[in-house]
């Protein structure tokens, strides 16, 4: 059983930084590829970003150039640094580990940004 915590999330301006830190227990955190969802309102839930084991990133167009996924598997935790936030990018983000076929999910944290 793979258990993920999710911290980090909050109220923010436009324009403004926050970082989303998710660690994990109960398994080798360095096999899992490592994902960050968000799902606002209405809409489904969405890929934002991903790191695999290896350290290779890939992300949503709409965040590309704004938001960074890292891993410190020493510390069993993925993060996900957010900035330049803006009003859009408010959603439930959810923290993701897939050690293979399946995923485990965090419960999710609640990311604002005001305009």
């Known amino acids: 059983q793979v258990q993920l915590v999710e911290s980090g999330g909050g109220l923010v301006e436009s324009g403004g930084s926050l970082r989303l830190s998710c660690t994990t227990s109960g398994s080798i955190f360095s096999s899992f590829v490592m994902a960050w969802y968000r799902q606002a309102p209405g809409k489904q839930r969405e890929l934002v970003a991903r790191?695999?084991?290896?350290?290779?990133?890939n992300y949503a167009d709409s965040v590309e150039g704004r938001f960074t996924i890292s891993r410190d598997n020493d510390k069993s935790t993925a993060y996900l640094q957010m900035n330049t936030l803006k009003p859009e990018d408010t959603a439930v983000y959810y923290c993701?580990?897939?050690?293979?076929?399946?995923?485990?999910w965090g419960q999710g944290t609640q990311v604002t940004v005001s305009s």
């Open positions: 993701a580990a897939q050690p293979g076929t399946f995923t485990y």
């Open positions: 790191i695999t084991r290896g350290g290779s990133t």
